[in-house]
C-alpha cells in the first residue's frame, strides 16, 4: 500500500526539494495549494487539491489514513514590510496551522505525524552567540511572527499525530530559494561580503533538509521543536568565498550596507534578510542520531554547483540552457567587437548611441533570462549595472572624457535596459531563436548605411535675452571696449566645453574683425553686421576647438565632433524699453549632425544657452555699475 504525504504551501521551493529527492516509489503526494496548479511540478506520484489556507473544506478528506502532513504554507517574507504584507505574512502562517491541526482532530485515521515548518528567525539578529533550541528567543518582526507560528503549533493538541516542529534556515539548492540571486550576483562579480560580512548564516543542503524530513516521519522517537540547520555554521563573508569558488569566480565586490538597502528597495524585498545573522547548532537533531550528508559549507556548495544533483545522468534541458547561453555569448561578443568599429568608420550617431545600446541589453537579457524564476527587476538592475560599467570604462581607457561619458549615459542605459525588457518578452518564443540573432546582428550594420547616406545636417538658432538697468549706450559702451567674461562654473563648461572668455572689437577700412578669445582656443570673427548702440553680428569662418574633455589621464579633444558641429553666426541686439533699460538678446546660429539629433540637440541648445547667460550677465554687471558710477 502506498504511503500519502499531505503538504500544505506545496508550490514552494521547499516542496520541490521534497519532491525532487524523496524518490521513493511507494510514496505519493497531495499538495494543498490556493491554485490547483496540476502541472506545476510534473511527476505522476504528485496530485493537486486546491484550499484557502484558512478555512475547512473538501481538502480535510486527504488527511484520512495520511502517513504524514507537512505544512509549508505561509506568504513569502522576501518582501516589502509594509503593513498590509507584516498582516498577511503573519497570518498566513497562523491560519494555515489552525485549519490544519482542526482538520486533523476531525479525521477518524489522522495522519501519523504532523510536520510544521517554522524559521531560525526566531531567534532574531545575535550576533556570534550559540544558539540551540534551549536558547533565549529573539526580538524583532520575523521573531515575533515565529514566536506567534509556533505557539499556534503547540496551542493544538493532537492526540494521535506525533508533532514535530522545525525552525528551518537557509536552504540551499541551486533551482530555487534564496541561494539563486546570490549565485547570481557572485557569478557577476558581487560575490564579496555583504554588509559587514560578520553577520552567521545557518545553512542546509537541500539533501539534508529532505533527509530531516524523512527521519521526523520515520522516527517516532522524534517529537517536539527542532533545529534545522547544518552543524557548521559559517559567516557571511565566509560563505561568500565559498560561493565565488563554486560558481568559479575569484573576484568578488563587497556590497555595503547602503547599496543593498537601496538594492532591495528596487528589488522589493528588505535588507535585513540578509544583515541580520544567527549562529544557530542542530544539537537535538545530532542527538537523535540524524548523520548530516553535508556538514561543511564547501562540499554543500561544489554539490550544487559542480555535480548538481549526483553524476547518475546528464540533464538535457540543463545542457540546452549552456549551448544557448554560449550562443548569445557569441552574440554578444560580435555585437560588441564590430558595431563601434561600424559605427566610427561611418558615423558619430543613432548607430553608436541607439541601435549598439539596445541590441547589447537585448542580447544580454537573452543570455540572464533563461530561467523561469529571474525577477524581471533583478535582470534590469543587472543590465544597467553593465550599461554604466561600460560607460565608464570607456573614461578609464581614455576612449572619451568626462563629458561624453556624462551626456551619453542618460540614453545609453535606458535603451540597454529597453533591449533587455525585449528579451525578458521574447525569449521562451521558439522564433526568437531563429530571428532574433539574425536581426540583431543585422540591425546595427544597417544603421549605419543610415547614419552616413541619410542623415542631414540640422539647424538651431537659440536666443537668450536679458533686462539691464542701463541705456543703449552706456552697453554698447561695454561691448566695444575690450570686455571680459572671466570663467564658468557651469558644469560642463567648467570640464571642457569651449565658450567665451573676453572678446575686443577691431574696426578698420576694410573689414570689422571681432576677436574673441575661447577657453579652448582663439578665433577671430568677421563683424558682418555693426549698427553702434543696437546690433552686433557676426560669422564664425574657423570655430575653436569644441572640446577639451576632462579625463583621468591628460585633456582629450573628441576628435570626431571637429565635423559635426558648425557655427553660422552670432548675434548681439540691443532693445531700449525705456530711457534706462534695455533688453539685450544674444543669439546663435548653428548646424550640427550627430544622431540622434533629437537628443543631442537637447544638450547642445542647453550648452549654447548657458554660454549666452555667462556672457549676458557679465554684460549686465558691468553696464549697471558703469551707469551707477556715471
Not at 548702440?533 to 579625463?551: A, N, Q, Y
Amino acid at each position: 500500500m502506498k504511503k500519502k504525504i499531505v503538504i500544505a504551501g506545496g508550490t514552494g521551493f521547499l516542496a520541490q526539494c521534497i519532491f525532487r529527492n524523496l524518490t521513493d516509489n511507494n510514496i505519493t503526494f497531495v499538495v494543498l495549494t490556493r491554485s490547483a496548479q496540476s502541472s506545476f511540478y510534473p511527476d505522476e506520484r504528485v496530485t493537486y487539491c486546491q484550499w484557502d489556507g484558512k478555512t475547512i473544506g473538501a481538502w480535510q478528506k486527504e488527511l484520512e489514513g495520511a502517513y504524514a502532513v507537512i505544512n509549508l504554507a505561509g506568504r513569502s517574507v522576501d518582501c516589502r514590510y509594509t503593513e498590509a504584507n507584516r498582516k498577511e505574512i503573519l497570518e498566513s502562517r497562523i491560519d494555515s496551522t489552525n485549519a490544519i491541526g482542526i482538520a486533523i482532530n476531525r479525521c477518524e485515521q489522522p495522519p501519523k505525524v504532523w510536520i510544521n515548518a517554522g524559521s531560525a528567525a526566531i531567534y532574531g539578529n545575535r550576533g556570534e552567540e550559540i544558539l540551540t533550541e534551549e536558547s533565549k528567543l529573539g526580538e524583532g518582526f520575523s521573531a515575533e511572527v515565529c514566536k506567534q507560528w509556533e505557539e499556534t503549533f503547540y496551542d493544538i493538541i493532537t492526540p494521535s499525530s506525533r508533532k514535530v516542529f522545525l525552525r528551518i534556515g537557509f536552504v540551499l539548492g541551486k533551482d530555487g530559494g534564496a541561494l539563486k540571486p546570490m549565485a547570481r550576483l557572485a557569478s557577476w562579480g558581487f560575490g564579496g561580503p555583504q554588509g559587514s560580512g560578520e553577520q552567521y548564516m545557518s545553512w542546509l543542503h537541500e539533501k539534508d533538509f529532505c533527509g530531516i524530513i524523512e527521519k521526523s516521519i520515520a522516527d517516532e522517537a522524534m517529537e517536539g521543536t527542532y533545529n534545522c540547520c547544518a552543524p557548521e555554521p559559517v559567516t557571511n563573508k565566509t560563505f561568500m568565498a565559498g560561493l565565488r569558488s563554486a560558481v568559479g569566480r575569484n573576484l568578488g565586490i563587497p556590497l555595503s550596507e547602503w547599496m543593498l538597502r537601496t538594492g532591495s528597495k528596487l528589488l522589493g524585498t528588505e535588507a535585513e534578510l540578509v544583515l541580520n545573522g544567527r549562529r544557530v547548532l542542530p544539537k537535538k537533531l545530532q542527538d537523535a542520531g540524524y548523520q548530516f550528508r553535508f556538514p561543511s559549507l564547501q562540499p554543500a556548495l561544489y554539490d550544487l554547483f559542480i555535480h548538481p544533483y549526483g553524476t547518475e545522468g546528464v540533464d538535457t534541458q540543463k545542457l540546452e540552457t549552456v549551448r544557448s547561453k554560449i550562443f548569445w555569448w557569441i552574440v554578444l561578443g560580435i555585437v560588441i567587437a564590430c558595431s563601434p568599429l561600424l559605427a566610427f568608420l561611418g558615423e558619430y550617431g543613432s548607430t553608436l548611441f541607439v541601435l549598439l545600446p539596445t541590441s547589447v541589453g537585448f542580447t544580454w537579457g537573452m543570455i540572464k533570462s533563461r530561467s523561469r524564476q529571474m525577477r524581471l527587476g533583478e535582470l534590469m538592475l543587472s543590465t544597467v549595472t553593465i550599461g554604466v560599467l561600460l560607460c565608464l570604462l570607456f573614461l578609464v581607457m581614455g576612449v572619451e572624457g568626462l563629458i561624453c561619458v556624462v551626456m551619453a549615459l542618460p540614453i545609453i542605459v535606458p535603451l540597454m535596459a529597453l533591449g533587455t525588457f525585449f528579451a525578458y518578452l521574447v525569449q521562451r518564443k521558439i522564433w526568437a531563436r531563429l530571428y532574433a540573432p539574425m536581426f540583431i546582428l543585422l540591425l546595427n550594420p544597417v544603421g549605419v548605411l543610415y547614419d552616413i547616406g541619410l542623415q542631414d545636417f540640422e539647424n538651431s538658432t537659440i536666443k537668450t535675452e536679458i533686462i539691464i538697468n542701463a541705456g543703449d549706450k552706456k552697453i554698447w559702451e561695454q561691448m566695444e571696449h575690450p570686455f571680459e567674461f572671466g570663467k564658468s562654473d557651469f558644469f560642463f563648461l567648467k570640464k571642457g566645453v569651449s565658450y567665451p572668455l573676453a572678446m575686443r572689437l577691431e574696426k578698420n577700412d576694410n573689414c570689422n574683425m571681432l576677436a574673441c578669445e575661447y577657453s579652448n582656443g582663439n578665433l577671430n570673427a568677421v563683424v558682418d553686421s555693426l549698427q553702434p548702440g543696437r546690433l552686433l553680428r557676426f560669422s564664425i569662418k574657423e570655430p575653436p576647438v569644441s572640446m577639451s574633455e576632462t579625463s583621468i589621464y591628460p585633456n582629450i579633444e573628441p576628435e570626431h565632433v571637429r565635423s559635426k558641429f558648425f557655427v553660422d553666426y552670432g548675434e548681439f541686439r540691443i532693445e531700449p524699453t525705456s530711457d534706462s533699460t534695455c533688453r539685450v538678446i544674444a543669439t546663435t546660429a548653428y548646424r550640427y549632425k550627430v544622431g540622434p539629433t533629437w537628443y543631442w540637440r537637447l544638450w547642445s541648445d542647453r550648452l549654447v544657452n548657458q554660454m549666452h547667460t555667462h556672457v549676458l550677465e557679465k554684460l549686465k554687471e558691468k553696464a549697471e555699475q558703469h551707469a551707477r558710477a556715471n
